[in-house]
T-cell receptor, first 114, second 113 residues
Framework: GAGVSQSPRYKVAKRGQDVALRCDPI?????LFWYQQALGQGPEFLTY????????KSGLPSDRFFAERPEGSVSTLKIQRTQQEDSAVYLC????????????FGNGTRLTVT | AQSVTQLDSQVPVFEEAPVELRCNYS??????LFWYVQYPNQGLQLLLK??????LVESINGFEAEFNKSQTSFHLRKPSVHISDTAEYFC???????????FGTGTKLQVIP
């Protein structure tokens, strides 16, 4: 596709439910990032993949958060036993494998936990 | 560790007036600096970046930013804003072996007709 695609666009979950958020990066992009953006805040780094390898997961807030990219393309961010504090916009970004290349962001998934 | 500070959460400005959006950063390593823009109901997109070389960088729509190492700043400026510039602007810093980008909290630019 022409850009990074994220689905669903909106997700409402009851507290305690599990959710899965999908990211389709730009074809050929090696690097993939997940960010969390709370209301009124800037994006906060969650995790980074280079192809299928998860090289940095230091930003994941708890062990309820899990991300995968098994074939080095599509990635899924899973949140188990959702809590109200998980409510945020989850952003996916991809880029070429380079310090100089810009991040291409999707439109995000807005998660609301009730 | 690296961090970004955007002190102004909102900046209202009249159309055709100049604007400056402030950004200060801290980092223990050499940095790359970015401004990203988020238009209403759209995803974040790169506006401009400083990697090396000339400290003044420009975007295609008239914005410019100047890297000031001594003041650890990367302020964004435009001499004359347009209604279409209404958006949220995020300053960001990256450094290290891969581009783990750290973002500021954003500045909402509201252009008043």
């Amino acid at each position: 596709g022409a850009g990074v695609s994220q689905s669903p666009r909106y997700k409402v979950a009851k507290r305690g439910q599990d959710v899965a958020l999908r990211c389709d990066p730009i074809s050929g992009h090696v690097s993939l990032f997940w960010y969390q953006q709370a209301l009124g805040q800037g994006p906060e780094f969650l995790t980074y993949f280079q192809n299928e390898a998860q090289l940095d997961k230091s930003g994941l807030p708890s062990d309820r958060f899990f991300a995968e990219r098994p074939e080095g393309s599509v990635s899924t961010l899973k949140i188990q036993r959702t809590q109200q504090e998980d409510s945020a916009v989850y952003l996916c970004a991809s880029s070429y494998e380079s310090d100089n290349s810009p991040l291409h962001f999707g439109n995000g998934t807005r998660l609301t936990v009730t | 560790a690296q961090s970004v500070t955007q002190l102004d959460s909102q900046v209202p400005v009249f159309e055709e007036a100049p604007v400056e959006l402030r950004c200060n950063y801290s980092s223990s390593v050499s940095v790359y600096l970015f401004w990203y823009v988020q238009y209403p109901n759209q995803g974040l997109q790169l506006l401009l970046k400083y990697l090396s070389g000339s400290t003044l960088v420009e975007s295609i729509n008239g914005f410019e930013a100047e890297f000031n190492k001594s003041q650890t700043s990367f302020h964004l400026r435009k001499p004359s804003v347009h209604i279409s510039d209404t958006a949220e602007y995020f300053c960001a810093v990256s450094g290290g072996g891969y581009q783990k980008v750290t973002f500021g909290t954003g500045t909402k630019l509201q252009v008043i007709p």
